[in-house]
Protein backbone atom coordinates (compact mmCIF):
# COMPACT_ATOMS: atom_id res chain seq x y z
CA UNK A 1 0.00 0.00 0.00
CA UNK A 2 1.45 3.17 -0.89
CA UNK A 3 1.54 6.16 1.74
CA UNK A 4 3.48 9.37 1.70
CA UNK A 5 2.56 10.96 5.39
CA UNK A 6 3.32 14.82 6.07
CA UNK A 7 4.27 16.05 9.29
CA UNK A 8 5.60 19.21 11.01
CA UNK A 9 3.40 21.51 9.62
CA UNK A 10 1.59 24.20 12.17
CA UNK A 11 1.19 28.25 12.61
CA UNK A 12 4.31 30.52 12.75
CA UNK A 13 4.88 34.36 12.62
CA UNK A 14 6.28 36.47 9.86
CA UNK A 15 9.93 35.49 9.48
CA UNK A 16 10.27 32.31 11.34
CA UNK A 17 10.65 28.57 10.27
CA UNK A 18 9.60 25.13 10.38
CA UNK A 19 10.30 22.22 8.80
CA UNK A 20 8.43 19.44 7.21
CA UNK A 21 8.52 15.85 6.58
CA UNK A 22 7.05 13.20 4.17
CA UNK A 23 7.59 9.64 4.75
CA UNK A 24 7.04 7.49 2.07
CA UNK A 25 6.58 3.83 1.66
CA UNK A 26 5.04 1.08 -0.80
CA UNK A 27 6.63 2.31 -3.75
CA UNK A 28 10.14 2.13 -4.76
CA UNK A 29 11.74 5.12 -3.48
CA UNK A 30 14.64 5.95 -5.61
CA UNK A 31 13.08 5.23 -9.35
CA UNK A 32 10.65 8.67 -8.48
CA UNK A 33 11.15 12.28 -7.83
CA UNK A 34 9.60 13.33 -4.79
CA UNK A 35 7.87 17.07 -4.51
CA UNK A 36 6.08 19.35 -2.35
CA UNK A 37 3.22 21.61 -3.56
CA UNK A 38 1.07 23.83 -1.88
CA UNK A 39 -2.03 25.53 -2.38
CA UNK A 40 -3.40 28.39 -0.92
CA UNK A 41 -7.50 29.20 -0.27
CA UNK A 42 -8.69 30.42 -3.56
CA UNK A 43 -5.67 29.68 -5.73
CA UNK A 44 -4.22 26.82 -7.97
CA UNK A 45 -2.02 24.32 -6.67
CA UNK A 46 1.75 24.98 -7.75
CA UNK A 47 4.64 23.24 -7.13
CA UNK A 48 7.35 24.51 -5.01
CA UNK A 49 10.16 21.72 -5.22
CA UNK A 50 11.13 18.90 -6.20
CA UNK A 51 14.37 16.54 -6.05
CA UNK A 52 15.09 13.38 -8.13
CA UNK A 53 17.38 10.50 -6.99
CA UNK A 54 21.07 11.67 -6.80
CA UNK A 55 19.58 14.87 -8.77
CA UNK A 56 20.21 18.63 -7.86
CA UNK A 57 16.49 20.00 -6.36
CA UNK A 58 14.69 22.82 -8.33
CA UNK A 59 12.69 25.40 -6.43
CA UNK A 60 9.93 27.63 -7.72
CA UNK A 61 11.09 31.18 -7.72
CA UNK A 62 8.38 32.31 -4.63
CA UNK A 63 10.64 30.03 -2.38
CA UNK A 64 13.94 30.43 -3.84
CA UNK A 65 16.92 31.50 -1.13
CA UNK A 66 13.89 30.70 1.74
CA UNK A 67 13.04 27.15 1.23
CA UNK A 68 15.22 24.04 1.18
CA UNK A 69 14.52 20.56 -0.03
CA UNK A 70 16.29 17.06 0.42
CA UNK A 71 15.62 13.93 0.35
CA UNK A 72 16.99 10.97 2.83
CA UNK A 73 16.61 7.77 0.61
CA UNK A 74 17.67 5.26 3.08
CA UNK A 75 14.83 6.10 4.86
CA UNK A 76 12.59 7.23 2.04
CA UNK A 77 11.86 10.64 3.59
CA UNK A 78 11.78 13.88 2.13
CA UNK A 79 11.95 16.98 4.07
CA UNK A 80 11.37 21.05 3.30
CA UNK A 81 12.80 23.96 5.37
CA UNK A 82 10.84 26.76 5.06
CA UNK A 83 12.80 29.88 6.57
CA UNK A 84 12.08 33.13 6.79
CA UNK A 85 8.29 32.49 6.24
CA UNK A 86 5.62 35.22 4.66
CA UNK A 87 2.10 35.23 5.28
CA UNK A 88 1.97 34.92 1.46
CA UNK A 89 3.25 31.14 1.98
CA UNK A 90 -0.07 30.14 4.44
CA UNK A 91 -1.60 27.37 2.36
CA UNK A 92 -1.87 23.46 3.14
CA UNK A 93 0.98 21.87 1.49
CA UNK A 94 1.27 18.50 -0.24
CA UNK A 95 4.22 15.64 -0.79
CA UNK A 96 3.75 14.24 -3.78
CA UNK A 97 5.79 11.23 -6.30
CA UNK A 98 5.54 10.76 -9.67
CA UNK A 99 8.27 7.78 -11.84
CA UNK A 100 11.23 9.23 -12.98
CA UNK A 101 10.03 9.92 -16.61
CA UNK A 102 6.61 10.16 -15.95
CA UNK A 103 4.18 13.44 -16.61
CA UNK A 104 2.16 13.36 -13.79
CA UNK A 105 2.35 12.44 -10.12
CA UNK A 106 0.77 9.39 -9.40
CA UNK A 107 1.20 9.53 -5.79
CA UNK A 108 -0.35 12.50 -2.62
CA UNK A 109 0.02 12.73 0.90
CA UNK A 110 -3.17 14.44 2.77
CA UNK A 111 -1.28 17.75 3.24
CA UNK A 112 -0.49 19.68 6.05
CA UNK A 113 -1.56 23.31 6.70
CA UNK A 114 1.24 26.00 7.55
CA UNK A 115 -0.14 28.97 8.68
CA UNK A 116 1.88 32.64 8.98
CA UNK A 117 0.69 35.01 10.46
CA UNK A 118 2.04 39.10 10.09
Known amino acids: QVQLVESGGGSVQSGGSLRLSCAAS????????VAWFRQAPEKEREIIAS???????TYADSVKGRFTVARENIKKTLYLWLNNLKPEDTAMYYC????????????WGQGIQVTVSS
Open 96 to 107: AARRDGAGEYQY
Open 51 to 57: VGFGAKP
Open 26 to 33: GFPYADYI
